[in-house]
């Protein structure tokens, strides 16, 4: 039986690192990488490549039976700050990259998929803290709104076409190998760069915004012990809260300083501070310990030694 593994939108920030980390550990030959265009050169370097639209189906149709794929890896999206600028473009790409990959599997092409939800499917009336699996979201972002219209259909593909469908709703994602592009959280990787290159950084959020964040390493690894779990133990098919740390610009700026004692921080807040706003400060990621063991294993300590050493 073929075995190889697709993923769309490789050349991303989570993309990158998926399709090293999966080559690594299944072989080069057996992950294509795919995107819209080329990615870093040790991504291009390390495997197969295909140049393909994620809202193409007879594209990825053609993709999937050239390459024998039985799993496919959905990465692409366009992130919450870019959403809001282009709500339509959003909505098609997040959306019917999605209706794309669950009909591939509903027609049995592929036998497995996994798509990233997010923080983002919480709004305003969600509780803040420590908040639950199962709650109020009501998102009031287009990307928090395409995330939760995805989750509800890949429980309804599960439920109705049995397709074996796995998320993750992932926090802000800091890591050094590709930079984020469009999103909220993006400040979190960007005050890393800016505290190596210029010892000053001017944050787009204000210092007390606190959001729920993991180290690439363990959103990576999260990923993995996901989709090789059991199907019978993973009973929720929309997507899992995940957690690792919480933390405010003013706190990642003062972990920042105990290596860089002259690093300033400037606060400049603008249109991302609603979004932020609009999400949880901390997550209860409790089902994913329960149904398939997660446990994180970096706190901000630790990733801002990652960031600083692998950066410089
Ligand atoms: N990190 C993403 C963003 O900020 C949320 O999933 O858009």
């Given at each position: 039986?073929?075995?190889?593994?697709?993923?769309?939108?490789?050349?991303?920030?989570?993309?990158?690192?998926?399709?090293?980390?999966?080559?690594?550990?299944?072989?080069?030959?057996?992950?294509?990488?795919?995107?819209?265009?080329?990615?870093?050169?040790?991504?291009?370097?390390?495997?197969?490549?295909?140049?393909?639209?994620?809202?193409?189906?007879?594209?990825?149709?053609?993709?999937?039976?050239?390459?024998?794929?039985?799993?496919?890896?959905?990465?692409?999206?366009?992130?919450?700050?870019?959403?809001?600028?282009?709500?339509?473009?959003?909505?098609?790409?997040?959306?019917?990259?999605?209706?794309?990959?669950?009909?591939?599997?509903?027609?049995?092409?592929?036998?497995?998929?996994?798509?990233?939800?997010?923080?983002?499917?919480?709004?305003?009336?969600?509780?803040?803290?420590?908040?639950?699996?199962?709650?109020?979201?009501?998102?009031?972002?287009?990307?928090?709104?395409?995330?939760?219209?995805?989750?509800?259909?890949?429980?309804?593909?599960?439920?109705?076409?049995?397709?074996?469908?796995?998320?993750?709703?992932?926090?802000?994602?800091?890591?050094?190998?590709?930079?984020?592009?469009?999103?909220?959280?993006?400040y979190a990787?960007e005050i890393y760069?800016k505290a190596?290159?210029?010892?000053?950084y001017?944050c787009?959020?204000?210092?007390?915004?606190?959001?729920?964040?993991?180290?690439?390493?363990?959103?990576?690894?999260?990923?993995?012990?996901?989709?090789?779990?059991?199907?019978?133990?993973?009973?929720?098919?929309?997507?899992?809260?995940?957690?690792?740390?919480?933390?405010?610009?003013?706190?990642l700026?003062?972990?920042i300083?105990?290596?860089?004692?002259?690093?300033?921080?400037?606060?400049?807040?603008?249109?991302?501070?609603?979004?932020?706003?609009?999400?949880?400060?901390?997550?209860?990621?409790?089902?994913?310990?329960?149904?398939?063991?997660?446990?994180?294993?970096?706190?901000?300590?630790?990733?801002?030694?990652?960031?600083?050493?692998?950066?410089?």
């Open positions: 039986m073929q075995k190889n593994i697709l993923i769309i939108g490789a050349c991303g920030q989570i993309g990158t690192e998926l399709t090293l980390t999966l080559r690594k550990k299944y072989g080069n030959n057996t992950v294509i990488a795919s995107d819209i265009r080329e990615g870093s050169e040790n991504l291009m370097n390390s495997g197969p490549f295909e140049l393909v639209d994620a809202t193409d189906f007879d594209a990825l149709e053609e993709i999937v039976a050239y390459n024998e794929i039985d799993t496919i890896y959905l990465m692409a999206a366009m992130l919450s700050a870019t959403a809001e600028k282009f709500p339509m473009r959003a909505w098609n790409l997040n959306m019917n990259s999605l209706f794309n990959v669950l009909n591939l599997a509903r027609q049995k092409k592929v036998s497995k998929i996994f798509w990233p939800s997010s923080i983002a499917v919480f709004g305003p009336n969600t509780p803040k803290n420590n908040t639950p699996q199962h709650t109020i979201m009501e998102p009031s972002t287009v990307y928090g709104i395409s995330k939760q219209s995805g989750e509800r259909w890949c429980e309804y593909y599960h439920n109705k076409f049995g397709v074996d469908v796995r998320s993750i709703r992932y926090p802000g994602l800091i890591s050094w190998k590709t930079m984020p592009g469009g999103g909220t959280t993006d990787v760069h190596l290159s210029d010892k000053a001017t787009f959020l204000k210092e007390d915004t606190v959001l729920p964040m993991m180290f690439m390493d363990d959103a990576i690894r999260a990923t993995l012990e996901l989709m090789e779990s059991d199907a019978k133990n993973i009973k929720i098919r929309s997507a899992y809260n995940l957690a690792a740390m919480s933390f405010n610009p003013s706190e700026a003062e972990s300083s105990s290596h860089i004692t002259d690093f300033k921080i400037n606060y400049a807040p603008d249109d991302r501070q609603a979004i932020a706003d609009s999400w949880p400060s901390s997550i209860d990621d409790s089902k994913a310990l329960e149904d398939w063991g997660w446990k994180a294993e970096f706190d901000l300590a630790k990733t801002t030694d990652e960031m600083l050493k692998n950066i410089s």
